[in-house]
């Protein structure tokens, strides 16, 4: 009897040695190596990459190099010059109901004085270059006017005025 309990016992050391029972230590390596991998992807997306991820518009956004800086910093440099070339105040005058010529203007505030020596309707509709009217009418009075209107420009563009009138105007845009 004595035999059989030594013989169970290292039966039972050799069980405990058997390869099967590495399987375990052999799954562990691959779930750590795996949670390896996926720490490093992490930690790249986190310090690498070159992108930003904003908490306002939930986007990424390529952070820009230093080349595309200086290049962005020369066109705001290049756009101030062109904004501070503002349009030449001009004159349009006429006799009578008209459109006028087309002519620029650069989004922002533009000023239109506005004069009518008439007796009747003196109405004034600025228009874009596709024939939309911009805002409310600058001006809609009858008989004799001489007055300004401030009015915003939504963009850079096209446009003319639309005149209803009975006598001599002339509108002067700043």
Same mark, same amino acid.
């Given at each position: 009897?004595?035999?059989?309990?030594?013989?169970?016992?290292?039966?039972?050391?050799?069980? !405990? @040695?058997?390869?099967?029972?590495?399987?375990?230590?052999?799954?562990?390596?691959?779930?750590?190596?795996?949670?390896?991998?996926? =720490?490093?992807? &992490?930690?790249?997306? =986190?310090?690498?990459?070159?992108?930003?991820?904003?908490?306002?518009?939930? @986007?990424?956004?390529?952070?820009?190099t230093?080349?595309?800086?200086?290049? *962005?910093?020369?066109?705001?440099?290049?756009?101030? !010059?062109?904004?501070?070339?503002? &349009?030449?105040?001009?004159?349009? @005058?006429? !006799?009578?109901?008209?459109? *006028? /010529?087309?002519?620029?203007?650069?989004?922002?505030?533009?000023?239109?004085?506005?004069?009518?020596?008439?007796?009747?309707?003196?109405i004034?509709?600025?228009?874009? /270059?596709?024939?939309n009217?911009?805002?409310?009418?600058?001006?809609? /009075?009858?008989?004799?006017?001489?007055?300004?209107k401030?009015?915003?420009?939504?963009r850079d563009? =096209?446009?003319?005025?639309?005149?209803?009138?009975d006598?001599?105007? *002339? =509108?002067?845009? /700043?």
């Amino acid at each position: 009897m004595a035999e059989e309990t030594e013989e169970k016992k290292e039966v039972e050391e050799k069980e !405990v @040695s058997k390869p099967e029972n590495k399987k375990g230590g052999m799954g562990k390596k691959i779930i750590f190596g795996i949670v390896g991998i996926i =720490v490093l992807f &992490v930690i790249i997306g =986190v310090f690498g990459g070159g992108e930003k991820k904003t908490q306002e518009e939930g @986007s990424i956004q390529q952070q820009p190099t230093k080349v595309e800086e200086k290049a *962005t910093e020369q066109e705001a440099t290049t756009e101030e !010059v062109e904004a501070e070339k503002e &349009v030449e105040p001009f004159k349009l @005058s006429g !006799v009578g109901q008209q459109a *006028t /010529e087309k002519f620029t203007l650069k989004k922002g505030l533009a000023i239109f004085k506005m004069i009518h020596s008439g007796s009747s309707n003196f109405i004034v509709h600025l228009l874009d /270059e596709e024939g939309n009217q911009v805002g409310f009418s600058l001006v809609n /009075e009858i008989g004799p006017f001489d007055g300004s209107k401030a009015v915003s420009i939504p963009r850079d563009g =096209v446009y003319l005025l639309d005149i209803d009138a009975d006598g001599s105007w *002339t =509108v002067a845009i /700043e």
